[in-house]
């Protein structure tokens, strides 16, 4: 799993009020064992274990919001291939 600076992750219904009620949340770093980020809306920040992390993916619970850029560097390979 590529885990970034920047990478955005939604949380779902269940799981909110464990995240301030946040609809959100941005990697602010990752070291490779741990993983800090912000909530959204300013909501505050926290860290988690990457096991949990990948065991919220796992169960659904977190969703990866795809980055615009990459979406548009998917577009601009896609056209080229054609």
């Known amino acids: 799993m ?10 779902s219904q269940g799981i909110k009020s464990f995240f301030n009620s946040a609809e959100s ?5 990752y070291n490779g064992v741990t993983v800090q980020f912000t909530l959204a809306d ?26 615009k850029r990459i979406l548009l560097s998917n577009d601009n390979s896609e056209e080229q291939i054609s």
Do not use: A, C, R
């Not at 590529?2 to 949380?11: F, S, V």
């Not at 949340?25 to 770093?29: A, I, L, N, R």
């Open 2 to 11: 590529l885990i970034e600076e920047g990478t955005k992750y939604q949380i």
């Open 25 to 29: 949340f941005t990697v602010k770093s």
């Open 42 to 67: 300013s909501k505050g920040y926290g860290s988690m274990p990457i096991d949990h992390l990948e065991y919220l993916l796992k169960k659904s619970n977190l969703t990866l919001i795809p980055n």
